[in-house]
Each structure stands twice: as C-alpha cells, then as structure tokens.
C-alpha cells in the first residue's frame, strides 16, 4: 500500500516558535519522490520542496528544514522562528517511480497557526 | 508566464446542469490533472493527462469527464451536477514525468456549489 500519513491534523505555537510538521510515509518503491506544498488562507497551493529517494541530506532553506529519513520512512518539516506568515495548511505528498505511475499521494495536511 | 489559469473562480449550479472548467498553462508542461479538494478528505486526482490526446483517470472520476485537444488546454465538464461535486477544483501541470518527477503548478482553484 501506499500511503502518506500527516498525524498532526492542527498545530498551534506562538510567533517565533520553532514548529515542526511530521509525515509517514508509505512505499515499496525503491525509487520515489516526496514533495512539501503550502496552501495559504488565500487558497493557492505553493511547491516548497522535492526530494528523491536516493538523497537523504538535509535541506535548509532561510527558516525551514526539511529531515529526510528512510530508515523511519519520514519526511518531516521545521520552521524556525516561525512568523504570522506561515500560518497555512502544509501538505506532504509520495511520488512512486515505478512504471508510468505519474499520480501524487497526498497527506490530509496539517493546519497550522502562527499566533502574534 | 500566466503559469496555469483557471476559469470561473466561482460557480453556483443547480443540480443536474452541466458546465465546463476551464484550465490552460502557458509553459509548455506536458501534464496536467484536475484535482477536488473537500474539508477532511485532502486532494484526490479526478482526471489526468500525460499529452495532448491523451487521458486517464485517476482517483474519482465519475461524473466528470476531460480531454485534451491541446498542450494548453485542459478542460473539465462536470455532466450533470450533483450536490455530492460542491467542492473546491484545482488544475495542476508540470513538466513530464518520465526519468523523474518534477513539482506541479496549480492554478488558483474554481470553488463550486451545486444547489
């Protein structure tokens, strides 16, 4: 099966709090692609990053992160000093490479709020 | 680059007529999908396209139906409306899959209500 779980369905912090989003996911593909959108209040739905399977390094940009780990098959993501302007719903989404199966799994998401 | 445009951005129906979602991209992507967003239930794929001419279908499809006559364009037609299709709709396109997968643009989604 093939499945992406994001358990934390709403995350409260405070501004400037660190805050981290969990994804699980689930493949029997070796090779696959994992991807992090955001969906602002405005509705749109923004790419953040894509990984693939073979690069597990760490990627930081500005004030997120994102922690790849095969060996608990998660993918998650921190904000740093979060502000007003993350607040969004983030979604994380599994990519299986095999054959010509070009369909993105998606998580439900998880809501997040910044409070001043 | 207009990137993927997406029209009406809002549609009241009543139930059992029909209409069209519009979806176009200026960048030349070879894919392109429609998606329904619904409170609680995430993203699923209604239809996607790997190429002009070319279709399938993804995770719920009934009751909708595509094609693809150009890269461009992707239209969506939502046969006879039923309240059940009230949701949020969303076009998506990216570059082609094969050799590896790339990020998909949406476009600004078209919220629709059926009465």
């Known amino acids: 099966a093939q499945k992406v779980t994001q358990a934390q369905t709403e995350i409260s912090v405070v501004e400037k709090e660190d805050v981290t989003l969990d994804c699980v996911y689930e493949t029997r593909d070796t090779t696959y692609y994992l991807f992090w959108y955001k969906q602002p209040p405005s509705g749109e739905l923004v790419f953040l990053i894509r990984r693939n399977s073979f690069d597990e390094q760490n990627e930081i940009s500005g004030r997120y992160s994102w922690n790849f780990q095969k060996s608990t098959s998660s993918f998650n993501f921190t904000i740093t000093a979060s502000q007003v302007v993350d607040s969004a719903v983030y979604f994380c989404?599994?990519?299986?490479?095999?054959?010509?199966?070009?369909?993105?799994?998606w998580g439900l998401g998880t809501s997040l709020a910044v409070n001043p | 680059n207009a990137g993927v445009t997406q029209t009406p951005k809002f549609q009241v129906l009543k139930t059992g007529q029909s209409m069209t979602l519009q979806c176009a991209q200026d960048m030349n992507h070879e894919y392109m999908s429609w998606y329904r967003q619904d409170p609680g239930m995430g993203l699923r794929l209604i239809h996607y396209s790997v190429g002009a001419g070319i279709t399938d279908q993804g995770e719920v499809p009934n009751g909708y139906n595509v094609s693809r006559s150009t890269t461009e364009d992707f239209p969506l037609r939502l046969l006879s409306a039923a309240p059940s299709q009230t949701s949020v709709y969303f076009c998506a396109s990216s570059y082609p899959w094969g050799g590896g997968t790339y990020e998909q643009y949406f476009g600004p989604g078209t919220r629709l209500t059926v009465t």
């Open positions: 989404a599994l990519s299986p490479n095999a054959g010509n199966n070009r369909k993105l799994i």
